[in-house]
């Protein structure tokens, strides 16, 4: 069993930001991996923490995974990585634990039982055999949360829905659930190896001909936070349409809602990042 990627996508929500969105692919694995915003000053070289910690991860995985390690050995060794290079290069030490970069994940990695599938976070993968469609992955679990959340938040402080990140009153609320990754039951990928215990988990069955799809919320919110599919109709399109068409879509209803009033949220379009892979 292998991969053939029939299409890829990746775009920033902002032209004018950096894509914290990452992907890879091999002919026995897949990767899509989604930088969290950042909510202060960077401390890593470049423009964003989230972004390399994304394109980081993505890198290291690969790369473990290609030198022969099991998917959760390939996980444990990448966060490795990730903490000794946050701690080597990072301009100074954290002061606030919101500050520390950390990111959703889903993981397809060819295995003895068939895919194992490996997630951390909102990022999600479809698995379309025949007519039916599976969910691999938390997104559609916690759909609208974000809508529910930025609703909440306005009317609190007596704001419009327009998404902006910047508003201190906004900021403060983001921040604090942020500090809450990587402890309790909250775990992302960061630059701790104890994130490798709290991975979710799948192993699940393809054959050829079955398509799986890849992706981050950003482009996912087609279906969990716009209603304009559902899982299942979201992968025909994919199949159909192609994801540049949807990106295309998604942008529109996005536009057409700017001020966040019919889809409240936290900002106006997020990165939108897909893999779409057929199984051979």
């Keep these: 069993m292998s991969f053939v990627l029939r299409e890829s996508l990746s775009l920033p929500g902002d032209p004018g930001k950096p894509n914290e969105d990452s992907f890879a692919h091999a002919d026995h694995a897949a990767l899509v991996m989604d930088g969290a915003t950042m909510l202060g000053d960077p401390l890593m070289p470049g423009a964003s923490d989230a972004a390399w910690l994304a394109q980081f991860g993505a890198r290291r995985l690969m790369a473990h995974l290609k030198d022969g390690d099991a998917p959760r050995d390939a996980l444990t060794h990448a966060l490795a990585d990730a903490e000794k290079s946050f701690s080597a290069l990072s301009r100074r030490p954290i002061r606030e634990k919101w500050e520390t970069p950390c990111a959703s994940m889903i993981l397809a990695v ?21 007519e039916t469609c599976s969910v691999i992955g938390d997104a559609f679990d916690k759909r609208g949360e974000e809508s529910k959340n930025a609703q909440r938040v306005a009317q609190e402080n007596n704001l419009k829905p327009a998404p902006d990140l910047n508003r201190p009153e906004i900021l403060s609320h983001i921040r604090a659930g942020r500090a809450k990754v990587n402890s309790g039951s909250y775990w992302l990928f960061g630059p701790t190896t104890r994130a490798a215990a709290h991975v979710a988990h799948k192993s699940i069955k393809p054959k050829s001909g079955d398509l799986l799809l890849l992706a981050s919320d950003g482009f996912l919110a087609l279906a969990t936070d716009y209603g304009a599919y559902d899982a299942k109709g979201l992968m025909e399109a994919a ?34 990042t897909a893999l779409l892979l057929e199984i051979i």
């Design 110 to 130: 060819e295995s003895d039982a068939g895919l194992e599938c490996l997630w951390f976070g909102d990022c999600t993968a479809l698995w379309l055999q025949g």
């Design 239 to 272: 199949r159909d349409k192609g994801l540049a068409a949807l990106s295309t879509q998604l942008r529109a209803i996005e536009d057409a809602d700017a001020l966040g009033e019919k889809f409240p949220r936290f900002k106006k379009s997020d990165d939108s």
